[in-house]
Nanobody
Framework: EVQLQASGGGLVPAGGSMRLSCEAFGISFDEYVIGWFRQAPGKEREGVSCISSGVGFGSTAFADSVKGRFAVSSDAAKKMSYLQMNSLKPEDTAIYYC????????????????WGQGTLVTVSS
C-alpha cells in the first residue's frame, strides 16, 4: 500500500524558514517522483516543486512563485523528501501536501496518484 506522510508545518514569521518532510511507504524512488503542492484558503491547489531522483534522470522543478526561495531534496534510501522553504511570505500560507507519481518526469502536476494528508504552514506578517 502506498502512503505518504507530510510533516513539519507550523507558524513562522515572514522572512523565516521552515523545512517540510515527506515520508513515503510502498514506493521506490527509482520509479516514483515526489511532488509538493499547496492549497491556500479559497484557492485551488497548485504544484510548488517536485523532484525526480531515479538513477539517470535526477531533476527538480519549481513554481515561479517560489523559485530562488524553496529547495527540494530527497533521500532515496530513507524514502524521504524535504522541502526547504526560505524567505517565507504571508502568501506562502497554505496546507502543503506531498504526492507521488510514476517517473521519470515530475513536473506534470496533474499526474500524481498518491497523496499525503497535508501539513499546515502559516506565515505571519
Amino acid at each position: 500500500e502506498v502512503q505518504l506522510q507530510a510533516s513539519g508545518g507550523g507558524l513562522v514569521p515572514a522572512g523565516g524558514s521552515m523545512r517540510l518532510s515527506c515520508e513515503a511507504f510502498g514506493i521506490s524512488f527509482d520509479e516514483y517522483v515526489i511532488g509538493w503542492f499547496r492549497q491556500a484558503p479559497g484557492k485551488e491547489r497548485e504544484g510548488v516543486s517536485c523532484i525526480s531522483s531515479g538513477v539517470g534522470f535526477g531533476s527538480t522543478a519549481f513554481a515561479d512563485s517560489v523559485k530562488g526561495r524553496f529547495a527540494v531534496s530527497s533521500d532515496a534510501a530513507k524514502k524521504m523528501s524535504y522541502l526547504q522553504m526560505n524567505s517565507l511570505k504571508p502568501e506562502d500560507t497554505a496546507i502543503y501536501y506531498c504526492a507521488a507519481a510514476k517517473g521519470p518526469a515530475c513536473n506534470d502536476y496533474k499526474g500524481y496518484d498518491y497523496w499525503g494528508q497535508g501539513t499546515l504552514v502559516t506565515v505571519s506578517s
